[in-house]
Each structure stands twice: as structure tokens, then as C-alpha cells.
């Protein structure tokens, strides 16, 4: 087995530079579009609560403008859902969220919230919107994940980017065995499986290779490379590591 590996790119820290001034540059929908003929395989945002980069209207501008599949991640809300709902991405990415964090520093807990994620997720199903949970490599949440009726996990990918980036070696390479036993355990079970959070060229490929994942969501080093190269080289260097690794 070893289907094409999809990247999306996601386009959070556009807005994050814009927010830091306030006005309309650079607009995120234009970043989306330009990933598209970059040869993204798909546009991810993440609408957080505190609204601290992607704001509403951008994840309805942003569906409107692409033609490739939209990944919207959101926090387990009622409001989220809503505009979720409302605005008919092609997947919904479920992601724990804390207030005073700098970034998402954990998986979703599934295993101990099972029956509230079911009876969640079941409107995004009824509507013809994959539900994808992001996870820690972790048995108990890949099987909770399956249980509850998810399409996809996304293994959550950043303790293996930290310990790669550190030095870390002997760390790096348990991280990696995770995620990659926890991918072909979620295969097993019929989950498909997505990987993310803090890829850079140096780190992707071990995980690229991967046969199970099918599909990684790469944002910040995109969107910091950028600044340097331009976006469309910087995607299309990490979709040329991409492919390499998967050979
Ligand atoms: C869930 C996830 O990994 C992405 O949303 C990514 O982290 C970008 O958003 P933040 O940098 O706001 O966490
Ligand atoms: N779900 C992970 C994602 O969308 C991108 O994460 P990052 O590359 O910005 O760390």
C-alpha cells in the first residue's frame, strides 16, 4: 500500500501577521488560493475561540474562493459547530483547546469523552462532513476515535517535531515508532489517517514515508519560509520532500 500522500497547507499564520496590525494584509484567502496552484491538496484553518488568527469570516471567504477540499478545525463547541455547519467544509478537525496555550499542545481526549463526541459529531455526519479527530499517538484514543465513529484521525505530530528539531535523538525515534504503530493500528480499524503539527523539511520525510498516512497538515514553517522564499517554492519544496520520502 502506498496511495499518494495529500498535503494541506494551512494558512492560520497569514492571519496571525495580519492581526498584528489590523486591516486586510495579507489576506489569508489569497494565501489559500495561491496554495492551491502551489499544488495544495487541501486548505486548513483553524477557527479558534479567542479568534487570535482565523476569524468567521475568513473560514466563509476562504470555503467560497477554493476548489479544493477545506479542513476546518475547531474546538468541540456548540458555537463551532454551528459555524461549522453553516459553512460546509469538506472535513471538520475536532482539536482540544486552552485559552493560555501558545499553540495545541495535546490530542483530544476521546477515550473519556465518548459518549458527548458521538452524539457531537453525529449532526457533521447527517450533513456529509467527515469528522476527523486530532489525536496523541496513544492506543486508547486511536480505539475510543474508532468507537465514536470518526473517519479520520490525525495524529498529532508535535512532540516528534520538537524532539527532532532538539536533538533529542533517542526521543525522536520513540516518538516516530508511536506514530507510526498508532497509524497502522487506526488503518486496522478503518480510520483514515492524517498527521500534523510542526513539520519542517528537516522533519517530515521519516513520517512522510509512512504507507498509512495519507495526508499532512503543514502551516507554521510553510508560512515562516515563506517570508524567504515566497509561497509557492515553499510549498512545493515540502511536496517535493514529500513525495521523495514516499518514494
Ligand atoms: C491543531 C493544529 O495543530 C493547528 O491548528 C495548528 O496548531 C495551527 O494553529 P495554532 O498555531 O493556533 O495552534
Ligand atoms: N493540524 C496541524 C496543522 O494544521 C498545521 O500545524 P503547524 O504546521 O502549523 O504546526
Known sequence: MSSKLRLGVNIDHVATVRNARGGDNPDPVRAALLAQEAGADGITAHLREDRRHIRDADMAAIKEAISIPLNFEMAATDEMQAIALATKPNAVCLVPERREERTTEGGLEVAGDDNRLSAYIAPFKDAGIRVSLF???????????????????????????????????????????????????????????????????????????????????????????????????AIQEMRRLMDEARG
Open 135 to 233: 489525536i496523541g499517538a496513544d492506543e486508547r484514543q486511536v480505539r475510543a476515535a474508532a468507537h465514536v465513529g470518526a473517519d479520520i484521525i490525525e495524529l498529532h505530530a508535535g512532540s516528534y517535531c520538537d524532539a527532532h528539531a532538539e536533538g533529542r535523538l533517542g526521543d525522536r525515534d520513540a516518538e516516530f515508532e508511536k506514530l507510526r504503530d498508532m497509524a497502522t493500528l487506526a488503518h486496522s480499524l478503518g480510520l483514515e489517517v492524517h498527521a500534523g503539527h510542526g513539520f519542517t523539511y528537516d522533519s517530515v520525510k521519516p513520517v512522510a514515508a509512512v504507507p498509512e498516512v495519507v495526508e499532512l497538515n503543514i502551516g507554521h514553517f510553510i508560512i515562516g519560509e515563506a517570508i524567504f522564499t515566497g509561497l509557492v517554492p
